[in-house]
């Protein structure tokens, strides 16, 4: 029988799961710490259904008008959305109220836009400071030596705002080798950041890993990963 593209997704899903468990393992550590955002940037809207009867919760969207449409189409199912790419000030007013996490603060000005119009729509917005690792100069988010400050400015000044951590992108060029040293470096600078925050700053989550290279991510210590091609294999899109 022919399966479904539902059942393939989650075919592929079991897949990965497993991928992340072997990597997780590999470093000590269990595959169950380990989000999977299932991004879903290449389904039109009506296609989040086999998204969701393949039993993946937590929904990952780098567009916000399609993050919207998709949001507001499945309002009733039980899943949770993050928004992952970069995000327009003038749209974020619009994506707060549906999103659980925004892992794509990439700028102080962005934080700041964030912070004013999440205390306007009384709201507390759960955040990753999305790091520019590989230095490409076209990628967003901050450079590293500016993740400090920007993470001192919003313990401070910015209420409405929770950091749960960082997010970042390998570079595009390189392979497996340059992606560890782009994931290695920050969960590094994680680890020295932990050091001088204030206490109450939650920097435990490491969001890292695409379908190329989620492997190398889980065992330098991603705690997220962003899945998207590698959940769609066979499936006509
Ligand atoms: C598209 C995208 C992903 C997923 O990439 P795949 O190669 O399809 O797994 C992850 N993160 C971001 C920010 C993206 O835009």
Same mark, same amino acid.
């Not at 700028?107 to 729509?121: F, G, K, N, T, Y």
């Not at 400090?148 to 970042?168: F, T, Y």
């Not at 020295?192 to 435990?204: A, E, W």
């Not at 492997?215 to 590698?230: F, K, P, W």
């Given at each position: 029988m022919?399966?479904?593209?539902?059942?393939?997704?989650?075919?592929?899903?079991?897949?990965v799961?497993?991928?992340?468990?072997?990597?997780?393992?590999?470093?000590?550590?269990?595959?169950?710490?380990?989000?999977?955002?299932?991004?879903?940037?290449y389904?039109?809207?009506?296609?989040?259904?086999?998204?969701?009867?393949?039993?993946?919760?937590t929904?990952?969207?780098?567009?916000?008008?399609?993050l919207w449409?998709?949001y507001?189409?499945?309002?009733?199912?039980d899943?949770?959305?993050?928004?992952?790419?970069?995000?327009?000030?003038?749209?974020?007013?619009?994506?707060?109220?549906?999103?659980?996490?925004?892992?794509?603060v990439?700028?102080?000005?962005? !934080? #700041?836009?964030?912070? &004013?119009?999440?205390?306007?729509?009384?709201?507390?917005? *759960?955040?990753? %400071?999305?790091?520019?690792? /590989?230095g490409?100069?076209?990628?967003?988010?901050?450079?590293?030596?500016?993740v400090?400050a920007?993470?001192?400015?919003?313990?401070?000044?910015?209420?409405?705002?929770?950091?749960?951590?960082?997010?970042?992108?390998?570079?595009?060029?390189?392979? !497996? #080798?340059?992606?560890? &040293?782009?994931?290695?470096?920050?969960?590094?600078?994680? *680890?020295?950041l %932990?050091?001088v925050?204030? /206490?109450n700053?939650?920097?435990?989550?490491?969001?890292?890993?695409?379908s190329?290279?989620?492997e190398?991510?889980?065992?330098s210590g991603a705690?997220?990963?962003?899945?998207?091609?590698?959940?769609?294999?066979?499936?006509?899109i």
């Amino acid at each position: 029988m022919n399966r479904t593209d539902a059942q393939i997704i989650a075919d592929n899903a079991a897949r990965v799961r497993e991928q992340i468990a072997t990597a997780a393992d590999s470093a000590g550590r269990s595959g169950d710490e380990i989000l999977l955002v299932a991004v879903t940037k290449y389904l039109p809207t009506e296609r989040i259904a086999d998204v969701i009867e393949a039993g993946l919760e937590t929904l990952g969207e780098s567009r916000p008008q399609q993050l919207w449409d998709k949001y507001d189409r499945f309002e009733q199912a039980d899943i949770r959305w993050h928004m992952i790419g970069h995000l327009q000030k003038n749209k974020i007013r619009k994506t707060l109220p549906r999103i659980s996490l925004l892992e794509s603060v990439d700028s102080s000005s962005m !934080l #700041d836009a964030v912070q &004013r119009i999440a205390a306007e729509e009384s709201l507390q917005q *759960d955040v990753l %400071i999305e790091v520019n690792i /590989s230095g490409d100069k076209t990628k967003y988010g901050f450079p590293p030596e500016e993740v400090e400050a920007s993470i001192l400015h919003a313990a401070e000044s910015c209420p409405n705002v929770a950091i749960k951590g960082l997010m970042g992108m390998a570079a595009r060029e390189g392979g !497996l #080798d340059i992606a560890r &040293r782009n994931f290695e470096s920050l969960r590094e600078l994680r *680890d020295r950041l %932990i050091d001088v925050v204030p /206490s109450n700053v939650d920097l435990g989550h490491l969001s890292m890993g695409m379908s190329r290279d989620f492997e190398e991510a889980v065992r330098s210590g991603a705690t997220m990963v962003r899945i998207g091609r590698a959940l769609y294999e066979g499936v006509r899109i």
